[in-house]
């Protein structure tokens, strides 16, 4: 039980039975813990200088006067997106306010968090004031500057520095802060361990979860007000500290509104939960969830300058045409009695579809691209209406199922068929954060159903499915990452035929799917042998279809035993998009790497950058970690 | 009336009604090992067959070539009329006529126990959902554990787990129901909730085949009992003929080594 999220022990602490085992005081759990025998005690003194001397360097480094934290501060915004033109820039962010809202509101929709209790934050309060309190005064006292602004040297010639008693004045406004903290941690913990009487009597205990979130987002506002977080330029092709006032330019006014977004989204999310619209809410904010990665995409780097008229008379009535039309056929093929009638269909459309793709190919006959697509996805979904027959709501699902994925393909693809006015400045228009994130997005999105498609042909009984996606699996896995992004970064466009163009990035992300998509694939598989014969057979004997027999019982228990390893998978995804530099690419790291270190006023300051850029990878992938905790514990991992 | 005469009458009783499970010569092959030898048997509709023997004999391979589970190489088998064969249509329409309880329950743990009964009636029978569930709940009922339709298969006693098993064959409404040793895997004082459900099954009319070596049930509701050994069938007959007047040398040893 070493790794339990607040909520859960502050949940167990409401209901303490007689049960379990005493509380330790401070002092026991000292003896029981660190100092039980001597070389436990040796041990535990080891450790301790250990960690002092790890702080201490760290403090050191991180408040050294050596440091140009400017750097960092001015360039911001090359960190995040790099040279995103400042004229669109509006669009990164309603892309990210899109995110941080649906983020809200699934947070207030799933969220299982009654409330937080007062004992519990008030020992956060007094961590944080005591952590404050170590570090002022583990950190070494400052270098002395002189009256002519340089380092005052003594006579062996090393710096000379404040005395003790200098440096903890010097720190006062931390010390306020430390003791600020820690009083209110001390004063909240002592009114809350007895009974409350008197004035404070109709509070609870427990603060309400929508309080202490909008305190707290009241909090982070405030300081966007207070720090200086900084203000930042890209100019020419160069890069120079420059305060500015546009939407570009700015921070406070923008993250002020993502805060209050993400708050009332949090509100909205919560009221969704205790309503009848609750399994709604769920299903649309998951669907969000996947289609907003690619939409977001098209809103930052398209601004498509439509052609109503064509718009009017081929792109709506095709959409229509698929929907509808589309629509009444599958409302036919779920009907009771269809029998052979649909399977005959379905597979009549499926060749016709393949054939039109073939035709394609071949320049046999012109045929709108989207027409192509709408009637393979036509073709599968007839393929799964057998799935749907029955009462009137289920066929009506998949209707209406039908028309939103027909909305979705066709508006998608008018939009991408439009030329865009986004003028965008260079070849890195999209770089920093906002490129190693939607790599890592689209990969683990793309690549999980790929890999869970693979380890099901590879455990598959038919050899042709076995065979290719071993062979796919193990030549993947024979090669390494960068030689698959360098050979869809620099071959694949020579082998395309004629006219066909692959952006870089799409590229790349080809590549890297493929490459993710096979490991995934093993893990998946992992998961798979796990499902014992017991439930194949008893899936059989009752007779579901092969199809459903995957679908409901053999993979939501795969996967569920996978999670740890496709959790793994994730953040090693998210963590390797850093190799996209050796291609060309300006990922996040390579932003702090090497843009930075090139600018004329910040001329080989790197490792300010570099520490930036990995507690940010680590904030990420923190988040990725505890969230797979929380999810394993959900479904009962390790309890069966 | 003497037992031989018991045995006629039986097999008269029972000889006006429908076919339900007809093998003829069924083999089956693990490798060069010959699991089942010819094994020839018909049960009627409504008929409580028991099937015991040591273990190895081949019994649980025979009750499992019934709904395919296992194929058979030789010989045929017919149920309801249809006849198994690589024909994924007939294999489809007899699973959905022929519910089994396996030994190990085979409940899916990551359904609770109402999702379990209900996955097949909703996807497979394309009932409605709460029409399933309604009748779920009835099964429970009948089964005698109504109150734990919410929780999951792993928060249940092995005895309830396979009265939830139980149920589940019983959501699909089928014609016959096969047991494989439903009893074998739990504490002996589970084993009576799961006999009493299962006799009040025998009870109701509906074909039952079961493996078992719970010779007391075999006696109260069998309306024949099979012996098999080394993959054939040694012996058929009433309880009464079985448990009293055994024919077969190999019955008689069976029977002093588990009596």
């Given at each position: 039980?070493?790794?339990?999220?607040?909520?859960?022990?502050?949940?167990?602490?409401e209901?303490?039975?007689?049960?379990?085992?005493?509380?330790?005081?401070?002092?026991q759990?000292?003896?029981?813990?660190?100092?039980?025998?001597?070389?436990?005690?040796?041990?535990?003194?080891?450790?301790?200088?250990?960690?002092?001397l790890?702080?201490?360097?760290?403090?050191?480094?991180?408040?050294?006067?050596?440091?140009?934290?400017v750097?960092?501060?001015?360039?911001?915004?090359?960190?995040?997106?790099?040279?995103?033109?400042?004229s669109?820039?509006?669009r990164?962010?309603?892309?990210?306010?899109?995110?941080?809202?649906?983020?809200?509101?699934s947070?207030?929709?799933w969220?299982?968090?009654?409330?937080?209790?007062?004992?519990?934050?008030?020992?956060?309060?007094?961590?944080?004031g005591?952590?404050?309190?170590?570090?002022?005064i583990?950190?070494?006292?400052?270098?002395?500057?002189?009256t002519?602004?340089?380092v005052?040297?003594?006579?062996?010639?090393?710096?000379?520095?404040?005395?003790?008693?200098?440096?903890?004045?010097?720190r006062?406004?931390?010390?306020?802060?430390?003791?600020?903290?820690?009083?209110?941690?001390?004063?909240?913990?002592?009114?809350?361990?007895r009974?409350?009487?008197?004035?404070?009597?109709?509070?609870?205990?427990?603060?309400?979860?929508?309080?202490?979130?909008?305190?707290?987002?009241?909090?982070?506002?405030?300081?966007?007000?207070?720090?200086?977080?900084?203000?930042y330029?890209?100019?020419?092709?160069?890069?120079?500290?420059?305060?500015?006032?546009t939407?570009?330019?700015?921070?406070?006014m923008?993250?002020?509104?993502?805060?209050?977004?993400?708050g009332?989204?949090?509100l909205?999310?919560?009221?969704?939960?205790?309503?009848?619209?609750?399994?709604?809410?769920?299903?649309?904010?998951?669907?969000?969830?996947?289609?907003?990665?690619?939409?977001?995409?098209?809103?930052?780097?398209?601004?498509?300058?439509?052609?109503?008229?064509?718009?009017?008379?081929?792109?709506?009535p095709?959409?229509?045409?698929?929907?509808?039309?589309?629509?009444?056929?599958?409302?036919?093929?779920?009907r009771?009695?269809?029998?052979?009638?649909?399977r005959?269909?379905?597979?009549?459309?499926?060749?016709?579809?393949?054939?039109?793709?073939?035709?394609?190919?071949?320049g046999?006959?012109?045929m709108?691209?989207?027409?192509?697509?709408?009637?393979?996805l036509?073709?599968?979904?007839?393929?799964l209406?057998?799935?749907f027959?029955?009462?009137?709501?289920?066929?009506?699902q998949?209707?209406?199922?039908?028309?939103?994925?027909?909305?979705?393909?066709?508006?998608?693809?008018?939009?991408?068929?439009?030329?865009?006015?986004?003028?965008?400045?260079?070849?890195?228009?999209?770089?920093?954060?906002g490129?190693?994130?939607?790599?890592?997005?689209?990969?683990?999105?793309?690549?999980?159903?790929?890999?869970?498609l693979?380890a099901?042909?590879?455990?598959?009984?038919f050899?042709?499915?076995?065979?290719?996606?071993?062979?796919?699996?193990?030549?993947?896995?024979?090669?390494?990452?960068?030689?698959?992004?360098?050979?869809?970064?620099?071959?694949?466009?020579?082998?395309?035929p004629?006219?066909?163009?692959?952006?870089?990035?799409a590229?790349?992300?080809?590549?890297?799917t493929?490459?993710?998509?096979?490991?995934?694939?093993?893990?998946?598989?992992?998961g798979?042998?796990?499902?014992?014969k017991?439930?194949?057979?008893?899936?059989?004997?009752i007779?579901?279809?092969?199809?459903?027999?995957?679908?409901?019982?053999?993979?939501?228990?795969?996967?569920?035993?996978?999670?740890?390893q496709l959790?793994?998978?994730?953040?090693?995804?998210?963590?390797?998009?850093?190799?996209?530099?050796?291609?060309?690419?300006f990922?996040?790291l390579?932003?702090?790497?090497?843009v930075?270190?090139?600018?004329?006023?910040?001329?080989?300051?790197?490792?300010?950058?570099?520490?930036?850029?990995?507690?940010?990878?680590?904030?990420?992938?923190?988040?990725?970690?505890?969230?797979?905790?929380r999810?394993?514990?959900r479904?009962?991992?390790?309890?069966? | 009336?003497?037992?031989?005469?018991?045995?006629?009458?039986?097999?008269?009783?029972?000889?006006?009604?429908?076919?339900?499970?007809?093998?003829?010569?069924?083999?089956?092959?693990?490798?060069?090992?010959?699991?089942?030898?010819?094994v020839t048997a018909?049960?009627?509709?409504?008929?409580?067959?028991?099937?015991?023997g040591?273990?190895?004999?081949?019994k649980?391979?025979?009750?499992?070539?019934?709904n395919?589970?296992?194929?058979?190489?030789g010989?045929?088998?017919?149920?309801d009329?249809?006849?198994?064969?690589?024909?994924?249509?007939?294999?489809?329409?007899?699973?959905?006529?022929?519910?089994?309880?396996?030994?190990?329950?085979?409940?899916?743990?990551?359904?609770?126990?109402?999702?379990?009964?209900?996955?097949?009636?909703i996807?497979?029978r394309?009932?409605?959902?709460?029409?399933?569930?309604?009748?779920?709940?009835?099964?429970?009922?009948?089964?005698?554990?109504?109150?734990?339709?919410?929780?999951?298969?792993?928060?249940?006693?092995?005895?309830q787990?396979?009265?939830?098993a139980?149920?589940?064959?019983?959501?699909m409404?089928p014609?016959?129901?096969?047991?494989?040793?439903?009893?074998?895997?739990?504490?002996?004082?589970?084993?009576?909730?799961?006999?009493?459900?299962?006799?009040?099954?025998?009870?109701?009319?509906?074909?039952?085949?079961?493996?078992?070596?719970?010779?007391?049930?075999?006696?109260?509701?069998?309306?024949r009992?099979?012996?098999?050994?080394?993959?054939?069938?040694?012996?058929?007959?009433?309880?009464?003929?079985?448990?009293?007047?055994?024919?077969?040398?190999?019955?008689?040893?069976?029977?002093?080594?588990?009596?």
């Amino acid at each position: 039980m070493s790794e339990e999220d607040p909520i859960s022990v502050a949940l167990k602490e409401e209901q303490v039975s007689p049960n379990e085992a005493p509380r330790l005081s401070v002092l026991q759990w000292f003896r029981t813990n660190l100092f039980s025998n001597w070389a436990n005690a040796i041990l535990t003194v080891l450790g301790l200088v250990a960690a002092f001397l790890m702080l201490r360097g760290v403090l050191n480094f991180v408040f050294s006067e050596n440091r140009e934290w400017v750097a960092v501060r001015t360039n911001l915004r090359a960190l995040m997106t790099l040279s995103y033109p400042e004229s669109q820039y509006v669009r990164v962010w309603v892309a990210l306010g899109f995110v941080v809202g649906l983020a809200g509101l699934s947070a207030g929709i799933w969220s299982d968090w009654g409330g937080v209790p007062v004992r519990r934050l008030a020992t956060w309060l007094m961590g944080a004031g005591a952590l404050i309190a170590i570090c002022v005064i583990v950190r070494e006292p400052s270098v002395i500057i002189g009256t002519d602004g340089k380092v005052v040297r003594t006579i062996e010639g090393s710096p000379l520095r404040e005395s003790f008693v200098d440096a903890m004045f010097d720190r006062s406004s931390w010390w306020i802060a430390a003791v600020i903290l820690l009083a209110t941690g001390a004063g909240l913990w002592s009114r809350f361990s007895r009974p409350v009487r008197g004035r404070w009597r109709r509070l609870r205990s427990e603060l309400p979860i929508t309080s202490v979130v909008f305190v707290g987002i009241g909090l982070v506002i405030l300081s966007l007000w207070v720090v200086p977080y900084g203000h930042y330029a890209f100019v020419d092709g160069t890069y120079i500290a420059e305060s500015g006032t546009t939407v570009a330019f700015s921070t406070q006014m923008p993250w002020t509104v993502m805060w209050v977004l993400l708050g009332l989204a949090f509100l909205v999310g919560r009221f969704l939960r205790s309503s009848r619209y609750v399994g709604m809410a769920k299903g649309g904010s998951n669907m969000l969830w996947l289609i907003s990665p690619f939409a977001l995409f098209w809103v930052v780097l398209r601004d498509p300058a439509l052609d109503y008229g064509h718009v009017l008379s081929t792109d709506l009535p095709m959409g229509l045409a698929f929907g509808l039309l589309g629509g009444a056929l599958l409302w036919l093929l779920t009907r009771n009695n269809i029998g052979e009638i649909g399977r005959i269909t379905a597979t009549a459309l499926l060749v016709f579809a393949v054939f039109n793709w073939v035709a394609a190919f071949f320049g046999w006959y012109p045929m709108l691209q989207k027409a192509r697509i709408s009637f393979l996805l036509l073709a599968l979904a007839a393929l799964l209406a057998p799935n749907f027959i029955g009462e009137v709501a289920k066929r009506r699902q998949l209707v209406l199922g039908w028309l939103g994925v027909m909305a979705l393909v066709h508006y998608l693809a008018t939009m991408i068929n439009t030329p865009s006015t986004v003028d965008l400045q260079s070849d890195e228009f999209l770089g920093g954060l906002g490129l190693t994130l939607f790599v890592a997005v689209i990969v683990v999105i793309l690549s999980f159903p790929l890999g869970v498609l693979l380890a099901l042909g590879r455990t598959s009984k038919f050899p042709i499915f076995r065979m290719l996606s071993t062979s796919y699996i193990e030549v993947i896995r024979g090669v390494p990452l960068i030689s698959v992004l360098i050979f869809f970064s620099v071959m694949v466009p020579l082998f395309l035929p004629d006219g066909m163009e692959l952006a870089e990035l799409a590229a790349v992300l080809t590549g890297y799917t493929l490459f993710s998509a096979a490991y995934l694939a093993e893990n998946v598989r992992g998961g798979l042998q796990s499902i014992t014969k017991g439930q194949y057979e008893a899936a059989d004997a009752i007779g579901l279809t092969s199809a459903q027999r995957t679908g409901f019982i053999v993979l939501p228990q795969a996967l569920t035993v996978s999670i740890p390893q496709l959790v793994g998978q994730v953040i090693s995804s998210f963590k390797e998009t850093s190799l996209l530099a050796i291609i060309g690419l300006f990922d996040f790291l390579r932003v702090a790497n090497s843009v930075i270190p090139a600018q004329s006023e910040f001329m080989g300051v790197k490792r300010e950058g570099i520490l930036v850029v990995a507690m940010i990878y680590f904030f990420f992938n923190f988040i990725i970690s505890k969230y797979s905790q929380r999810l394993e514990r959900r479904v009962g991992l390790g309890e069966r | 009336m003497n037992i031989d005469d018991a045995t006629t009458a039986a097999n008269d009783r029972l000889a006006d009604r429908d076919d339900m499970i007809v093998c003829v010569d069924v083999d089956k092959f693990y490798g060069d090992f010959q699991a089942l030898k010819g094994v020839t048997a018909t049960i009627k509709e409504g008929e409580v067959a028991v099937v015991c023997g040591p273990s190895g004999s081949g019994k649980s391979t025979w009750i499992r070539c019934i709904n395919r589970l296992e194929v058979h190489q030789g010989g045929d088998i017919v149920v309801d009329g249809i006849e198994l064969t690589n024909d994924l249509r007939n294999i489809e329409k007899i699973r959905s006529e022929v519910g089994m309880v396996f030994q190990q329950f085979n409940l899916f743990p990551h359904l609770t126990v109402l999702d379990n009964i209900t996955l097949a009636p909703i996807w497979v029978r394309k009932k409605p959902r709460d029409e399933a569930e309604s009748m779920a709940r009835a099964l429970l009922e009948r089964v005698g554990i109504p109150e734990q339709a919410e929780k999951f298969p792993g928060q249940l006693s092995g005895g309830q787990q396979q009265r939830v098993a139980i149920a589940r064959s019983l959501a699909m409404e089928p014609r016959v129901m096969l047991f494989d040793e439903p009893t074998s895997a739990l504490d002996p004082e589970m084993i009576k909730e799961v006999l009493d459900v299962m006799k009040e099954l025998a009870r109701s009319g509906i074909t039952m085949m079961v493996v078992t070596h719970e010779m007391g049930f075999a006696r109260e509701v069998a309306d024949r009992i099979m012996f098999m050994e080394g993959g054939e069938i040694v012996e058929v007959g009433t309880p009464e003929h079985f448990f009293t007047n055994p024919t077969e040398d190999r019955t008689k040893l069976f029977l002093s080594q588990i009596l």
